[in-house]
């Protein structure tokens, strides 16, 4: 009798729903961290006045590590593999910087501003840091070395990056000497160099490239897979 119950119950009609069940929760389960929010064709299309870094389909236009950096689905990602260095071809004096990023757990990477290709960006240009910094591995951090922060020279705010897996959108302005970095909507860095970087950075170190006047863009590998879309530059006067 209970057979006949369960296989009354278990008609046609019910495992058509409980299969699309499954397969719904195994596609969910499959990109948890890493879910589109956005139509591929909304993606990678700049605003009135910027331009498209990258154009969500090849690496045109960068230079680098472009044998293991690999775009997918109008996504930029940098690999745990090989230096994960990123740069434009072309070399930036003043501009706004726009960018979506999504990280793993204890994701960790980096935007190279005015940097010196094939050098350090951290000392050979600038670099704003790129981290999850919510992870128990970072539990010791400097204040400095905090998502956001102009690495070395100036701490950021925390707690704005939204939770892991979910895209984050973030804007860095480099004007002369002033450097702002806004994550979803928040200021958290706005700092002058000139202030910040005299008569010595915070942690102590040199910064030969601190006041360079132009040089890359770059997404700065540390061994550990991230994402990226939505890259748009406009140089200002």
Known sequence: REGRTMRGFCGRGFWVVFASAVLANSVSLENAGWAED???KELNVPPDG???LFNGKDL???????????VENGILITPKEGSGNLYTEKQYANFELRFDFQLQPGGNNGVGLRCEKDKQ????????????????????LKPYQAHGSIYGVVPAKKGFLKPVGEWNSETITANGSRITVTLNGTVIVDADLETAGKPQTIDGREHPGLFNTTGH?????????????NVFLKELD
Do not use: S
């Open 121 to 140: 960006a951290t000392y050979y240009g600038m670099e704003i840091q790129i981290l999850d910094d919510t992870h128990p591995m970072y539990a010791n």
């Open 38 to 40: 956005k139509p591929a």
């Open 50 to 52: 910027f331009t498209a």
């Open 60 to 70: 045109d236009g960068w230079i680098g590590d472009t044998k293991n950096c690999r």
């Open 217 to 229: 863009v770059a997404f700065l590998g540390h061994g550990h897979e991230l994402r990226f879309r």
